[in-house]
């Protein structure tokens, strides 16, 4: 049987290493690999997606002792809950090798980082074993840092280096709960699917989830843990702003729902309230920021905080539609933020500038971009028939008919409407009314940018009419855990 996990994950790195090894007078041939790779990579997990069975468990598992004597193991697999994390992954580590096309500063390096990017976050959705798990998390850190250092705007050291010691320190306090349940009497192995039996004591699990809280937090991130991510985003360049947004988010949310839930149900009971009370305020607070914001890539920056906050409440909510609403929104959110960087990106390299004040009538310079853009902007707000409304609508549900107070549901809807005008408002500013100067002879956006926002605009519509498109792969997982909830 072909290995296809491994070939997912290890294909970036191979292609890494191979656009290392090139002639540095050949600055071309670095995009072609990216871009070969990618597809490859792609197509892999498109067929791991479409021959997947819902109902049938673990599928595409591979597993072997890999370090014997400390009982770590090469243990990789798919379940409902990572298989479309894992081609989300894929598609936009594609989409961000075509919106690198131009990149002519480095490129050798440049798309090495990209391959080895998407190595790591295809690992961290693959990995079973906690140690392979880490190791792929850590891995993410270092092609972040780099196309953060040396691609980002005038502040990009500061921007890295905050990202990279945020999210490292997170990492230390999640190392520091897996070798206590390791080191535990009831616990022994590194198998993260092993461990969801063992019953550890409500004391010991409050504490390790505490440690995990603070490594998968910071991640999404929650506030008020959130401070490193528009710094960012607002320093990175786009196509590392499409990846941190649409796929390193998603890495916090998913070790919620792959470690602190079912490893450590009974210290979810202690906590819920208060992951429900942050994702409030991050729902609320991201919002209201985002609506004060002049540069419109720190508007998105912000209402990525936003929408992730109610992940983080389906999460506090405990029960399978809540559950389904956070898996929901990880998907929605890697589409809809994708899209919005991408077309943040396409106005910057026109108008030289991402200040809403000096960019306006873009609908009137530009028409296809501008529909493009709204239709981010919509579904992005939640507007019914796209993809932002399906997860954010079952995470209300989800909170409203749990043992949550029905008045955290109440505020994040506030949430929502709070959303709903920033967004519009940004289209007034800048899709409405005569165009600017800064996009006075801008053209429209070229074929090779269109390919990069249609595959998401589809799939965005796709899944808002056909919500049995994606819900059907996360319902069995979260009918699952939400029994060992208790939900």
């Not at 985003?233 to 947004?245: F, M, Q, Y």
């Not at 009137?364 to 997860?391: D, H, T």
């Amino acid at each position: 049987m072909l290995p296809i996990l491994s070939l997912i994950v290890l294909l970036p790195l191979a292609g890494a290493i191979a656009i290392a090894l090139l002639p540095n007078d050949r600055t071309t041939w670095p995009r072609w690999v990216a871009a070969a790779v990618s597809a490859s990579v792609l197509a892999l997990a498109t067929y791991a997606m479409v021959t997947f069975r819902p109902a049938g468990g673990l599928q595409f598992v591979e597993k072997f002792d890999w370090v014997p004597a400390a009982n770590i193991q090469y243990y990789m697999g798919l379940d409902g809950l990572s298989v479309l994390l894992v081609a989300l992954s894929a598609l936009l580590s594609l989409l961000a090798v075509i919106a690198s096309w131009k990149m002519d500063k480095r490129p050798k390096f440049y798309f090495a980082m990209l391959l080895v990017l998407a190595t790591g976050t295809n690992g961290v959705f693959s990995a079973l074993d906690f140690i392979l798990f880490y190791v792929f998390w850590e891995l993410v850190l270092v092609p972040m840092y780099f196309l953060i250092a040396v691609w980002g705007g005038p502040r990009r050291e500061y921007a890295a280096i905050k990202f990279f010691l945020y999210t490292l320190l997170g990492s230390v306090f999640m190392l520091v709960g897996i070798l206590a349940i390791y080191l535990h009497p009831q616990g022994g192995t590194f198998d993260m699917i092993a461990l969801v039996d063992r019953g550890f004591p409500a004391n010991f699990q409050w504490w390790v989830f505490a440690a995990f809280f603070l490594g998968f937090a910071v991640k999404v991130p929650v506030w008020p843990l959130h401070t490193w991510l528009p710094d960012a985003h607002v320093e990175a360049p786009t196509a590392a702003s499409v990846l941190l947004a649409g796929i390193l988010l998603k890495m916090g949310t998913y070790g919620f729902l792959r470690v602190s839930l079912p490893i450590l149900p009974e210290a979810w009971k202690s906590w819920s309230w208060f992951i429900a009370l942050l994702a409030v305020i991050s729902i609320v607070y991201g919002a209201a920021v985002a609506f004060a914001q002049t540069d419109l890539k720190k508007l998105v920056a912000y209402s990525s905080v936003s929408h992730m906050g109610f992940a983080m409440l389906g999460i506090a909510a405990g029960t399978a539609v809540g559950l389904d609403g956070a898996q929901a929104v990880n998907i929605s959110h890697g589409f809809l933020s994708a899209m919005l960087f991408l077309c943040v990106g396409i106005v910057y390299e026109r108008a030289h500038t991402r200040q809403i004040a000096e960019i306006s009538g873009v609908a009137g310079q530009m028409p296809v971009y501008a529909g493009m853009f709204a239709f981010a902007s919509f579904a992005s707000l939640g507007l019914p028939g796209l993809s932002g409304f399906v997860g954010e609508f079952l995470a209300l549900l989800g909170s409203w008919g749990s043992t949550l107070s029905y008045w955290y549901t109440i505020a994040a809807a506030i949430g929502v409407l709070v959303g709903a005008a920033y967004m519009l408002w940004m289209i007034q500013r800048v899709i409405l009314g005569e165009p600017s100067h800064s996009i006075a002879d801008a053209p429209d956006i070229s074929v090779r940018e269109a390919s990069t926002l249609v595959p998401l605009a589809v799939l965005s519509l796709v899944m808002g009419v056909w919500w049995a498109s994606t819900l059907q792969f996360f319902e069995p997982y979260s009918e699952a855990l939400a029994k060992v909830l208790g939900g």
